[in-house]
């Protein structure tokens, strides 16, 4: 079989993002603008949701999302060891405590029994991962912030107060596209974050975006304004506003941040988006001709067709049976000598300097540290051929196999 070169996720962009991209470029208007705004809206639509914030990087939104929420220094905020660790730096950004629990036995999901027990009077918000595009148990997250719904204290004159219970910011970051029980990622947990990175199913090369579902009492646009004012630097006014005749003066209500999405940015998206379901499609088709080969091996995959669950075919993720992290090496530096590009999604936070650092213990995370010491990442992207899947597939079936 001749060697072929392949890649782990390159980004598909088409003519379609490429014209538009152009068409910013002559616009007269590259920043934050009228594209921009036009990406929002279609997200809000595609998600179900009111409103949306673009941004430029998935962390950046979960980490506004905290603020606007009031989390700071005293709370504790509760997310999974099995992530990527923007799922955890952004709580340590607004100077709140990581609280990470393991995952369950053979799962990439929570414990969701340790999560219940790990939410304390100093919890305010509870940060799911969606790994690989496959969403959490999200019918189980609100069982368990209803049923600690006691404990809760919300922060005095802040949006907490619009809550009863501790908050569900799920950090979608895979999953755009994804649903559960029927309802896109965006319109399930009570903020959603996304990422538009480069590696992504949709990109915007570098960006991010956030969602949420209605909260009584609050206005939408009301809320929308507050996360500008986040990552606007604190100024009323953005560049477009400001640039229309006689309107040049501007304030800083209080010195923030800078984490805009621009326009050439958010050109890509729109090009993106006008082919998401197609290029879903695709993803899952090449999922399934992955499961098909995985039937005759001893592994086990990342199931992306649970019952009541759309996945975005984000990842395709797979522990190796019988396997330790050097058994799991050697098969990845084996592909990479025939030229298939894989990973590891991912090395659990407690393993990490950072981490270490902060007093977290992979011995604590037995469950985390199991899937990870066997895990394989395929690549899994748009661009794939049905030859390059085939390639793929019989290289792994003769090396596991020690053809």
Not at 168 to 181: Q, R, T, V, W
Not at 283 to 291: C, G, N, P
Request: glycine share 6%.
């Amino acid at each position: 079989m001749k060697k072929m070169n392949i890649p782990f996720s390159p980004p598909d962009i088409s003519q379609k993002e490429i014209d538009y991209v152009v068409d910013a470029l002559k616009s007269g208007w590259i920043t934050t603008g009228p594209k921009c705004k036009e990406l929002e809206q279609k997200l809000s639509e595609f998600c179900g949701t009111a409103k949306t914030v673009a941004v430029n990087s998935s962390t950046a939104a979960m980490e506004m999302t905290l603020r606007v929420l009031g989390v700071g220094p005293g709370d504790e905020v509760i997310t999974s060891a099995y992530t990527y660790t923007a799922s955890a730096s952004v709580i340590d950004h607004v100077g709140a405590k990581i609280v990470l629990v393991d995952t369950a036995m053979d799962s990439f999901e929570m414990d969701y029994d340790q999560l219940e027990a790990a939410i304390t009077e100093k919890t305010k918000v509870i940060i799911p991962v969606d790994l690989g595009g496959v969403m959490c148990d999200y019918d189980r997250l609100y069982q368990i912030v209803e049923a600690k719904k006691h404990l809760f204290h919300p922060k005095k004159d802040s949006l907490q107060e619009k809550f009863d219970r501790v908050i569900l910011l799920a950090d979608s970051a895979h999953a755009l596209g994804a649903k559960y029980h029927g309802k896109p990622a965006g319109s399930v947990a009570d903020f959603t974050t996304f990422s538009f990175h480069a590696v992504k199913n949709f990109t915007t090369a570098e960006g991010g975006a956030v969602t949420w579902l209605p909260i009584n009492g609050v206005d939408d646009e009301w809320l929308y304004k507050q996360f500008m004012l986040l990552i606007l630097h604190g100024q009323n006014k953005d560049a477009l506003a400001k640039t229309k005749a006689g309107a040049w003066e501007y304030d800083i209500m209080a010195p923030y941040f800078k984490a805009n999405l621009t326009d050439i940015h958010a050109a890509i998206g729109l090009g993106q988006l006008e082919r998401y379901p197609s290029m879903l499609e695709r993803r899952h088709e090449v999922i399934k001709r992955y499961d098909e080969i995985c039937k005759e091996l001893a592994v086990s995959p990342l199931n992306h067709f649970k019952e009541n669950c759309y996945s975005s075919g984000h990842l395709y993720l797979l522990r190796i049976d019988g396997y330790g992290e050097e058994e799991r090496n050697q098969l990845i530096q084996k592909m990479a000598e025939v030229g298939i590009a894989c990973n590891v999604h991912y090395k659990p936070l407690p393993m990490m300097t950072a981490y270490k650092n902060l007093g977290f213990n992979i011995g604590d995370f037995p469950n985390a540290y199991n899937q990870y010491q066997n895990e394989v990442t395929l690549p899994l992207h748009t661009l794939l051929s049905d030859e390059e899947v085939e390639y793929i597939t019989s290289n792994l079936v003769s090396l596991m196999n020690n053809d």
